[in-house]
């Protein structure tokens, strides 16, 4: 499922990631978008390095959660056109390529550990396909999210299919017909956000995120959003058999097994991502 192979991203701290961030927090994998120049703006050396991070928290079974967050001014622009258009080169990265090309609204699709989305300042373009893909997103009050493409005789028909996926096809279809700012109160209330957090509290509302994610067994996790990623290829009439072989897949699982013991013995359960 992921770009990178288990054995391909094992050994992550050996690479050097130029316009990415990466770093281990406990049980979490923060990745910092780090190309603040171009206002994160995401060109194919970078889309490599974010396919090989998220590879490795698909593969590792010590990492729980993604957390996914930018520098600079502008959380994300979108894709680098021009970037795309030409041939573009990294100095200084060592992720090797993936054998197929990295699609934005992939990266995370691929990856089944919950990714959180932590949105300081104004998002456009390709960046949806970040934000729509992810498990959790949560933005400043202040934030502004657009879809400036129809105001550059492009249309973002990659991000209307992420968006009808999370909130109805009419609001979709509006933000991408007109272009125009959306508040983040409007991106909450349409479904592109999963939480607002006052000014000030952004960090603080991430954290209490983590922390709840923190009490569930990730191979539950796993496998729900195996189940969940299932679902939206299938058809319905298929839904019922697939939910109940993937619930005795998840019943074999040795947190299942921890999980039952440690509500029979009344004690907090010891998880191992197994």
């Given at each position: 499922?992921a770009?990178?192979?288990?054995?391909?991203v094992?050994?992550?701290?050996q690479?050097?990631?130029?316009?990415l961030?990466?770093?281990?927090?406990?049980?979490?994998?923060?990745?910092t978008l780090?190309r603040?120049e171009?206002?994160?703006a995401?060109?194919?050396p970078?889309?490599?390095?974010?396919?090989?991070?998220f590879?490795y928290?698909?593969?590792?079974?010590?990492?729980w959660?993604?957390?996914l967050?930018?520098?600079?001014?502008v959380f994300?622009?979108?894709a680098?056109?021009?970037?795309?258009?030409e041939d573009?080169?990294?100095?200084?990265?060592?992720?090797p390529?993936?054998?197929e090309?990295?699609l934005?609204?992939?990266?995370?699709?691929r990856c089944?550990?919950?990714?959180?989305?932590k949105?300081?300042?104004n998002?456009?373009?390709?960046?949806?396909?970040l934000?729509a893909?992810?498990s959790?997103?949560v933005?400043?009050?202040?934030?502004?999210f657009?879809l400036p493409?129809?105001?550059?005789?492009?249309?973002?028909f990659?991000?209307m299919a992420?968006?009808?996926?999370i909130?109805p096809?009419?609001?979709?279809?509006?933000?991408?017909?007109?272009?125009?700012s959306v508040?983040a109160t409007?991106?909450?209330?349409?479904?592109?956000?999963?939480?607002l957090?006052?000014?000030?509290?952004?960090?603080?509302?991430?954290?209490?995120?983590?922390?709840?994610?923190?009490?569930?067994?990730?191979?539950?996790?796993?496998?729900?959003?195996?189940?969940?990623r299932k679902?939206c290829i299938?058809?319905t009439?298929e839904?019922?058999?697939?939910?109940?072989d993937?619930?005795?897949q998840?019943l074999q699982?040795?947190?299942a097994?921890?999980?039952?013991?440690?509500?029979k013995?009344?004690?907090?359960p010891?998880?191992?991502g197994l």
């Amino acid at each position: 499922m992921a770009y990178y192979t288990a054995s391909e991203v094992q050994y992550i701290d050996q690479y050097v990631f130029e316009f990415l961030q990466v770093e281990i927090a406990q049980n979490t994998l923060v990745v910092t978008l780090n190309r603040p120049e171009k206002r994160n703006a995401m060109h194919p050396p970078l889309l490599n390095e974010l396919a090989f991070a998220f590879a490795y928290a698909h593969h590792t079974t010590a990492i729980w959660n993604i957390l996914l967050q930018a520098n600079g001014p502008v959380f994300c622009a979108g894709a680098d056109l021009k970037a795309f258009r030409e041939d573009s080169t990294s100095n200084s990265s060592t992720i090797p390529a993936p054998t197929e090309k990295v699609l934005i609204g992939e990266v995370v699709r691929r990856c089944l550990k919950p990714c959180i989305c932590k949105v300081h300042a104004n998002a456009y373009a390709g960046a949806f396909l970040l934000l729509a893909n992810a498990s959790f997103v949560v933005a400043e009050k202040g934030v502004l999210f657009s879809l400036p493409e129809v105001k550059r005789g492009i249309f973002p028909f990659q991000v209307m299919a992420a968006l009808m996926e999370i909130m109805p096809g009419r609001k979709a279809m509006e933000w991408s017909l007109t272009g125009r700012s959306v508040t983040a109160t409007e991106a909450l209330e349409a479904g592109l956000l999963t939480h607002l957090a006052a000014e000030g509290q952004l960090d603080e509302v991430v954290q209490q995120v983590l922390e709840q994610l923190s009490f569930a067994s990730p191979s539950a996790i796993r496998m729900g959003m195996k189940a969940y990623r299932k679902l939206c290829i299938i058809n319905t009439s298929e839904n019922q058999a697939y939910l109940s072989d993937m619930l005795q897949q998840t019943l074999q699982t040795q947190d299942a097994k921890e999980g039952i013991m440690a509500f029979k013995e009344k004690r907090k359960p010891i998880w191992e991502g197994l």
